[in-house]
C-alpha cells in the first residue's frame, strides 16, 4: 500500500484500517510504496498477493489479471476527492474552458467508466 506518511491513498488504507479495527494486525505486515502505481505492479509481478489502491486503477489493470477483491466501505474513510482550482491570470480562460469541459455529462460518462463516482458539485467562490 502506498505510504500513509506520504502517499493519499495510503492515509486512506491507514483510515479505513483503522475504522474497521484491522490496522494493528496489518500494519506490520504492509510493505509502503511511493505510490499506488508501485503497490499495484507488486501484485501485478506476483511479489504480494494483494495491494490497497484506488478503485479506478484496479479497473483500468482487469484485463491484466487484477482482480477487485473488497471494497472499503464508503463511511470508513473521507471522502476521496480530486479538487480543482481556476487562478486568475493570463491562463483563467482556458482553466475555465476546462472546468466546463470536467463538469460536463460527457466527461462525467468517462470517469464514471474508469470507477469514479459523482461528487456533490462545489460552490463558486
Same mark, same amino acid.
Given at each position: 500500500?502506498?505510504?500513509?506518511?506520504? #502517499?493519499?491513498?495510503? &492515509?486512506?488504507?491507514?483510515?479505513?484500517?483503522? @475504522?474497521?479495527? $484491522?490496522?494493528?494486525? %496489518?500494519?506490520?505486515?504492509?510493505?509502503?510504496?511511493?505510490?499506488?502505481?508501485?503497490?499495484?505492479?507488486?501484485?501485478?509481478?506476483?511479489?504480494?498477493?494483494?495491494?490497497?489502491?484506488?478503485?479506478?486503477?484496479?479497473?483500468?489493470?482487469?484485463?491484466?489479471? #487484477?482482480?477487485?477483491? &473488497?471494497?472499503?466501505?464508503?463511511?470508513?474513510? @473521507?471522502?476521496? $476527492?480530486?479538487?480543482? %482550482?481556476?487562478?486568475?491570470?493570463?491562463?483563467?480562460?482556458?482553466?475555465?474552458?476546462?472546468?466546463?469541459?470536467?463538469?460536463?455529462?460527457?466527461?462525467?460518462?468517462?470517469?464514471?467508466?474508469?470507477?469514479?463516482?459523482?461528487?456533490?458539485?462545489?460552490?463558486?467562490?
Amino acid at each position: 500500500m502506498g505510504d500513509p506518511a506520504s #502517499v493519499p491513498a495510503g &492515509a486512506y488504507a491507514r483510515e479505513a484500517l483503522t @475504522a474497521l479495527d $484491522l490496522w494493528d494486525s %496489518a500494519a506490520p505486515r504492509a510493505i509502503y510504496t511511493q505510490n499506488v502505481h508501485a503497490a499495484l505492479n507488486w501484485v501485478m509481478r506476483c511479489e504480494t498477493e494483494l495491494a490497497i489502491v484506488y478503485e479506478s486503477d484496479a479497473i483500468q489493470m482487469k484485463n491484466q489479471g #487484477v482482480i477487485t477483491a &473488497a471494497l472499503f466501505p464508503r463511511e470508513s474513510h @473521507a471522502p476521496i $476527492l480530486y479538487p480543482m %482550482a481556476i487562478i486568475k491570470g493570463e491562463s483563467e480562460v482556458p482553466a475555465q474552458r476546462l472546468w466546463k469541459y470536467l463538469s460536463s455529462e460527457q466527461a462525467i460518462a468517462v470517469f464514471l467508466n474508469y470507477g469514479f463516482t459523482r461528487a456533490g458539485r462545489p460552490q463558486s467562490r
